[in-house]
């Protein structure tokens, strides 16, 4: 049973940073892309940012210099770390394992996701 868990959200002022964690259990993870996501409020869900096992990275226009996917294939985990945050910024960010060049087509349920808040 493959697992997803994400991590390490919180309220930050504009300007500020975070560093979110995706710890994933199951082999899929260990083969396969694994983006970051997120949903707004009354928005629909949108790749953030992805990496493939061998660490190719690719970021949504909004966050390119800003956000910086990366993981550790020994822990099991994908983390996203996002500096400069803006009040957009804010949502429930998901981690999931994904097709190659398919990022909308994941192998997982989504999960709980981890709220990110933005706000002076």
């Known amino acids: 049973q493959v697992q997803l868990v994400e991590s390490g959200g919180g309220l930050v002022q504009p300007g500020g940073s975070l560093r979110l964690s995706c710890a994933a259990s199951?082999?899929?993870?260990?083969?396969?892309?694994t983006g970051w996501y997120r949903q707004g409020p009354g928005k629909q869900r949108e790749l953030v940012a992805t990496i493939t096992s061998g660490g190719t990275t690719t970021y949504a226009d909004s966050v390119k210099g800003r956000f910086t996917i990366s993981r550790d294939n020994v822990k099991n985990t994908v983390y996203l770390q996002m500096n400069s945050l803006k009040p957009e910024d804010t949502a429930v960010y998901f981690c999931n394992v994904h097709l190659p060049s398919a990022p909308t087509t994941v192998f997982h349920s989504w999960g709980q996701g981890t709220q990110v808040t933005v706000s002076s």
């Open positions: 199951g082999r899929l993870f260990e083969f396969y892309p």
